[in-house]
Each structure stands twice: as structure tokens, then as C-alpha cells.
């Protein structure tokens, strides 16, 4: 994780060198903040270039389009995902492991995983069109296998529930009230109680 930026993996988005990675993990930033703003089909690449403070020409040696910036933001944001799950299944399948899983998924929906969850669920047609979004929600169903406190149907209804808590408290609802931050360490705590 490059400071408080979305994961960029070397290789997957050219030099990891300090000042291309970071003048990416900047454009994912302002790209989400603008579609989460604007929504998708109405943010443009002026748009982002302007926030940004750079010229369209300097974002296009980067990207060619929106939809190659949220192709680039969802592929890392599945790499963090492909990384906690390698982590999980090296340890061993107790409610200490579960938790810790929880842990870390309510620290990825924190910063700016978080805010790409928002953007994903309100604006589902964009994500359809997006040809990774199949495999994204495999490596949830097997995140949701992870926190599965027995092979019971109980048990994996309870990993699924705590996955959905997480994903529930991050979404932008005045009828759970409170802020993302509190709706997320209430949704931990229930999550916790669901693996135990």
C-alpha cells in the first residue's frame, strides 16, 4: 500500500518507481472521489484532470479513459483481496483467524476501498460493464467461505452475514444512521459475533 493510497501491485501499472506509482494511486483517488460526487457517467476525464491539477494530456499518458482508471482501481483493489486471501488460508481456520480477516476487510472499507464500495453499489451498470467484476465476486464468495465459523449451512450463512455486515455499514444509508466510521465498528463488532 503506497501511504494512505490504494495498493498499486509493480508490474501491474508499469514502474513501481515512487513518483509514477504515486501520480496513479492519485488519479484512482480523485477518479472514485469524482464518480462517488458525480457519479460515473456524468465525471470526465477534464473533470479529473482539473482536480488533480494537471493537464488532460499528462492524465491521458496514464489512462485513455474512465473506464480504463476504474478497470486499473478495481484490478488493485482485487490484488489487496487475492493478498488477504493467500494470508488466510496459511493460517489456521479458528475464530482468531476470522476475526483478524474482519479486521483487515473493515481496514480496506476504511480508506479507499471503502469509497469504491460506495460507488460500486450505487452505480451498478458501470460495474457490469466492467469484465473483472465476475471474478471480483468470487474472490468474495470465497472471503465468505473464509469467515465461515463450520461447513454447516448455518455456519456459512453466518460468513456471509458478517462479509454483507461490513458492505452494509459502508453504504451511504440515513436509515442506519450515524457516520460510515460508526456504522463500520458496529458492523465489526456484529461481524465478530457471527465467526466466533
Given at each position: 500500500?503506497?501511504?494512505?493510497?490504494i495498493p498499486?501491485?509493480?508490474?501491474?501499472?508499469?514502474?513501481?518507481d515512487g513518483?509514477?506509482?504515486?501520480?496513479r494511486?492519485?488519479?484512482?483517488?480523485?477518479?472514485?472521489?469524482?464518480?462517488?460526487e458525480?457519479?460515473?457517467e456524468?465525471?470526465?476525464?477534464?473533470?479529473?484532470?482539473?482536480?488533480?491539477g494537471?493537464t488532460?494530456?499528462?492524465?491521458y499518458?496514464?489512462?485513455?479513459?474512465?473506464?480504463?482508471?476504474?478497470?486499473?482501481?478495481?484490478r488493485?483493489?482485487a490484488?489487496?483481496?487475492?493478498?488477504?486471501?493467500?494470508?488466510?488460508?496459511?493460517?489456521?481456520?479458528?475464530?482468531?483467524?476470522?476475526?483478524?480477516?474482519l479486521?483487515?476487510?473493515?481496514?480496506?472499507?476504511?480508506?479507499?476501498?471503502?469509497?469504491?464500495?460506495?460507488f460500486?453499489?450505487?452505480s451498478?451498470?458501470?460495474?457490469?460493464?466492467?469484465?473483472?467484476a465476475?471474478?471480483?465476486?468470487?474472490?468474495?464468495?470465497?472471503?465468505?467461505?473464509?469467515?465461515?465459523?463450520?461447513?454447516?449451512?448455518?455456519?456459512?450463512?453466518?460468513?456471509?452475514?458478517?462479509?454483507?455486515?461490513?458492505?452494509?455499514?459502508?453504504?451511504r444509508?440515513?436509515?442506519?444512521?450515524?457516520?460510515?466510521?460508526?456504522?463500520?465498528?458496529?458492523?465489526?463488532?456484529?461481524?465478530?459475533?457471527?465467526?466466533?
Open positions: 500500500m503506497t501511504g494512505q493510497g498499486v501491485r509493480a508490474g501491474a501499472e508499469g514502474k513501481a513518483r509514477r506509482t504515486n501520480t494511486t492519485r488519479i484512482h483517488e480523485v477518479a472514485l472521489e469524482l464518480f462517488a458525480l457519479g460515473y456524468r465525471t470526465t476525464m477534464r473533470q479529473i484532470a482539473d482536480r488533480l494537471i488532460r494530456p499528462a492524465l499518458y496514464h489512462y485513455r479513459s474512465k473506464e480504463d482508471i476504474l478497470a486499473a482501481v478495481h488493485d483493489l490484488y489487496s483481496v487475492d493478498e488477504l486471501l493467500a494470508w488466510a488460508k496459511a493460517q489456521p481456520a479458528t475464530g482468531a483467524t476470522r476475526q483478524e480477516v479486521r483487515r476487510l473493515h481496514a480496506l472499507m476504511s480508506g479507499p476501498w471503502g469509497i469504491f464500495t460506495r460500486a453499489q450505487a451498478e451498470a458501470a460495474m457490469r460493464d466492467l469484465s473483472a465476475a471474478e471480483f465476486s468470487q474472490r468474495m464468495d470465497d472471503v465468505g467461505t473464509l469467515l465461515s465459523p463450520s461447513d454447516t449451512v448455518e455456519g456459512r450463512i453466518k460468513g456471509r452475514l458478517a462479509l454483507s455486515a461490513l458492505f452494509m455499514a459502508n453504504a444509508s440515513a436509515q442506519l444512521g450515524g457516520s460510515t466510521a460508526e456504522r463500520m465498528d458496529a458492523a465489526l463488532e456484529i461481524a465478530y459475533e457471527l465467526v466466533r
